[in-house]
């Protein structure tokens, strides 16, 4: 949440900048956590064997535990300090990084990154408070701000390439392993190095508000996850349905209470709906192309870990680039003409994937990503600035807690669905395969996901059976058709967006480049 600092303008000194480091990696390490099991996936596959359900899950639980908890643990960070809430959630969040490396079966994992996802919930809201308390001159806080933000990025670029080295020569669990030792700095030198900061006029953390939040988000998705991996069955309606009537009653609970987990009151500005709505869709589909594509490079077209990280590291400093000089092109064009360029140059990035996944192309899967990276950079940063730029500014803070929120929830939501409608793909192209030479039980795990089907086809001396194409072609056809689906929606957003802005008249002043 943004802060207000009084007093002087005093400069930054070494020990400023040093905490601006600690902290921009401790960010760094968060971002890692949501994508780097995307290489690591087929190796928990062969080493756990997961159902189709609980390898979603594996995927998802961090990014929706983070979403759920990321406004709890800001409004409790301003009750008892930033500082003090982001050192317990390092430590909980090293703690938790050990039980994962460690575990041997897929629910043990499942709850490790649950736990790694409320401690990770800690680090964005107290990390950016911390910098804004940091530093006092408005152009030295910009910059850190800066910096602070591009360690999301980087962490997109250093966790696969990182990860990708450590699978080539060691067990999966290593991939967690390496949070150990950052938190363990961030807990030494924290102390020293960062100021505390508490709210003395914060509200009362509303524990009613977060089990509500919870039971909206985990039912709903829980169901779409077993559509996906069983097929669709009455029944599975039961938990969406009951998520959304839980929903309901959470947003009731929040129009009653003197200190809202979300200020409702901010939806009824049409430019900020509007914005927040292309914010959670870019990272939506960001988030869930970027799944497919990591499985795609090592499942389909056969790379290693190592090979699939080190062919993502052009389409990766595409992304931390542009994260870089995006404030140029919102300078240039303005907020509106930047937000919705940036969607339709998305969308022939996404529109270009779907065309290189169904022929199974290498380059044009990475020529598509760079192309993304373009589009999407300028959008997520622009419309953050107009999340903010058009709430009024007693409630900027509220509205850079719900833009957190909502990029966090998309970026979950993305894997969780986009996942979830690709295994539905595949479940359906498998139909047609001839697996009459396996058991039932090798059937059904070879129908269940394409990572299993190819384990299936390494035990049992398979994998030059026919059915292993048609395994790959279905994989691929999933992911082609959630990448026109993105290609469909963003265009469809940008058609919306720029009729809300057009009725909408921007303070553009408060609305700089980033």
């Known amino acids: 949440m943004s802060v207000t600092i009084d007093g002087p303008a005093e400069r930054a000194t070494r020990r400023e900048w040093i905490g601006l480091l600690i902290l921009s990696i401790a960010c760094l390490i968060y971002s890692m956590d949501l994508s780097v099991l995307f290489l690591a996936m087929p190796a928990i596959v062969a080493d756990l064997d997961p159902s189709a359900t609980q390898l979603l899950w594996i995927n998802d639980i961090?990014?929706?535990?983070?979403?759920?908890?990321?406004?709890?643990?800001?409004?409790?960070?301003?009750?008892?300090?930033?500082?003090?809430?982001?050192?317990?959630?390092a430590f909980f969040f090293g703690a938790a990084s050990v039980f994962a490396a460690f575990a041997n079966t897929a629910s043990m994992l499942i709850i490790a990154r649950a736990l790694l996802g409320i401690a990770g919930a800690t680090i964005a809201p107290s990390t950016l408070s911390l910098v804004v308390n940091l530093f006092r001159d408005e152009q030295e806080r910009n910059r850190a701000i800066s910096i602070w933000g591009t360690a999301f990025a980087l962490g997109g670029l250093i966790g696969p390439l990182i990860g990708g080295v450590l699978l080539q020569y060691f067990h999966w669990g290593s991939v967690f392993l390496i949070n150990v030792p950052?938190?363990?700095?961030?807990?030494?030198?924290?102390?020293?190095?960062?100021?505390?900061?508490?709210?003395?006029?914060?509200?009362?953390?509303?524990?009613?508000?977060v089990a509500l939040s919870l039971l909206t988000v985990l039912p709903v998705v829980y169901g779409f996850k077993k559509m996906a991996a069983e097929g669709f069955e009455l029944l599975q309606l039961l938990p969406i349905l009951f998520g959304l009537a839980i929903g309901v009653v959470f947003v009731k609970r929040q129009k009653v209470l003197e200190h809202p987990m979300i200020d409702l009151a901010l939806f009824r500005i049409p430019a900020f709906t509007a914005s927040l709505m292309v914010n959670l869709a870019g990272v939506f589909f960001i988030f869930g192309i970027f799944l497919f594509q990591n499985l795609f490079l090592q499942l389909v077209i056969g790379l290693t870990p190592l090979e699939a990280a080190l062919w993502s590291i052009p389409s990766s400093l595409v992304f931390t680039v542009m994260s870089f000089q995006a404030w140029r092109v919102t300078n240039l064009l303005g907020p509106v003409k930047t937000v919705l360029l940036g969607l339709v140059v998305n969308a022939l990035g996404?529109?270009?994937?779907?065309?290189?996944?169904?022929?199974?192309?290498?380059?044009?899967?990475?020529?598509?990503?760079?192309?993304?990276?373009?589009?999407?950079?300028?959008?997520?940063?622009?419309?953050t600035g107009l999340i903010v730029g058009t709430a009024p500014p007693a409630r900027a803070g509220s509205a850079s807690a719900i833009s957190e929120t909502s990029a966090e929830f998309g970026g979950a939501l993305g894997v969780a669905v986009l996942g979830s409608l690709g295994t539905l793909f595949y479940r359906f192209g498998m139909q047609t395969a001839d697996l009459s030479g396996l058991s039932a039980a090798n059937q059904t795990a070879v129908t269940s996901a394409l990572g299993t089907a190819l384990e299936v086809a390494r035990t049992t001396g398979n994998e030059a059976a026919p059915w292993i194409v048609v395994a790959r072609e279905s994989y691929a056809g999933g992911f082609a058709l959630c990448c026109a689906l993105a290609t469909v929606t963003l265009l469809l957003l940008a058609v919306i967006a720029a009729r809300v802005y057009a009725r909408t008249e921007l303070d553009e002043s408060r609305i700089g480049g980033h």
Request: cysteine-free.
């Open 182 to 209: 950052i938190m363990a700095a961030l807990l030494a030198s924290a102390p020293f190095l960062l100021p505390e900061y508490k709210d003395e006029n914060a509200g009362r953390l509303d524990l009613l508000s």
């Open 62 to 89: 961090y990014g929706f535990m983070v979403a759920g908890f990321l406004v709890t643990m800001g409004t409790l960070g301003d009750r008892i300090g930033r500082r003090k809430v982001l050192l317990i959630g």
């Open 350 to 383: 996404t529109g270009l994937m779907a065309v290189a996944a169904w022929n199974s192309s290498l380059v044009g899967v990475l020529g598509a990503s760079m192309i993304m990276g373009l589009g999407f950079v300028p959008v997520i940063l622009t419309t």
